[in-house]
């Protein structure tokens, strides 16, 4: 199981007036020496995939990267930017306040972005949970369903203007799963309901959800601009035992997840590898889904466009945009 949550170019560089006024104020965390660095936006960093991808960006690429982490939790993402600090003192972290479970802190979030007047060059969707018990969030969506498509829908959406200026050419990379590949939406019942709740069809169904979005995001993009410079991928990392599972019940997490991860598990290592890979994009890969480093097809229902669109709509509805 994986786990895991307009500025014009002249902003981007910033006049001296403006800046060394922030800089008085404490407004921002940022100078001249960071002004090649690409800023990428990771949510999910505390835990799992998320944060071991992280050890190795911090390690390998803290030179090229400005990192800004969304998190539910500001206390343990200031530990996890300590512990970062210790692999590369170097390291430049910003620890910021967001729940994908609410459309109002993700507003807020981009909010606050915006007024650090920075650019955006990578995007990364990463967080993500498995709900074992049927909830719903402050905003009346079932909380997988809201946590793993809603909230980075919604995200992604206020923060396209940004990526689409960026000077190294927006990155997008959303986390799926290979579980996309056993669903199928039912588009008059996205919201699922207690009656027809189901833990894992949840799961794998938010994951379609991700598949289909950045297929839509892509092709709309590519249509609204020939020379479109934003590229929308996807992957599944691999599989392994991380805190996604830490709501199961004792005998399917000490027992049966075992069992099923001995033959299927892949290194955590390799999994984070893959993501921090995608996330830099070196090989400017575009539209494309990734099984951990391996280019791969995505099922029949989210290779349909007619799907893919219909989504789109219903979910922009869903988030009010």
Request: aromatic share 8%; charged share 25%.
């Amino acid at each position: 199981m994986i786990d895991d949550c307009v500025v014009n170019i002249e902003d981007i560089k910033l006049n001296n007036d403006n800046f060394n006024n922030n800089i008085e104020n404490n407004n921002i965390d940022y100078n001249d020496n960071n002004n090649n660095k690409k800023v990428i936006v990771f949510t999910g960093s505390t835990d799992g995939i998320g944060r071991s991808t992280l050890d190795v960006l911090v390690k390998n690429n803290s030179k090229e990267l400005k990192f800004i982490l969304p998190v539910r939790n500001i206390e343990k993402g200031e530990r996890v930017k300590d512990e970062l600090k210790l692999l590369n003192q170097d390291a430049d972290i910003t620890i910021m306040k967001m729940d994908l479970g609410s459309f109002e802190s993700i507003r807020g979030f981009v909010r606050e972005f915006t007024q650090l007047e920075i650019p955006l060059d990578i995007l990364v969707n990463n967080a993500g949970l498995m709900a074992t018990s049927y909830s719903t969030t402050i905003d009346g969506y079932e909380t997988t369903f809201a946590v793993n498509h809603l909230g980075p829908f919604l995200l992604t959406n206020l923060l396209i203007d940004k990526l689409k200026q960026s000077v190294h050419g927006g990155n997008i990379v959303l986390v799926t799963s290979v579980m996309h590949e056993r669903e199928k939406l039912d588009f008059d019942q996205l919201n699922v309901k207690k009656s027809n709740y189901s833990y894992v069809s949840a799961y794998g169904k938010s994951k379609l959800c991700n598949v289909l979005f950045a297929r839509e995001l892509q092709k709309r993009l590519d249509e609204e601009n020939p020379h479109n410079r934003v590229k929308v991928n996807y992957l599944h990392p691999g599989s392994a035992k991380t805190s996604l599972s830490r709501d199961y019940g004792f005998f399917v997490k000490n027992i049966i997840l075992p069992i099923i991860l001995f033959f299927i598990s892949n290194p955590l290592n390799e999994m984070a590898n893959s993501l921090a890979a995608l996330s830099l994009n070196k090989n400017n890969e575009k539209g494309k889904y990734f099984f951990i480093n391996k280019e791969k097809s995505p099922s029949g229902f989210a290779s349909d466009f007619n799907n893919s669109k219909r989504l789109y709509d219903e979910s922009l509805k869903l988030v009010q945009l």
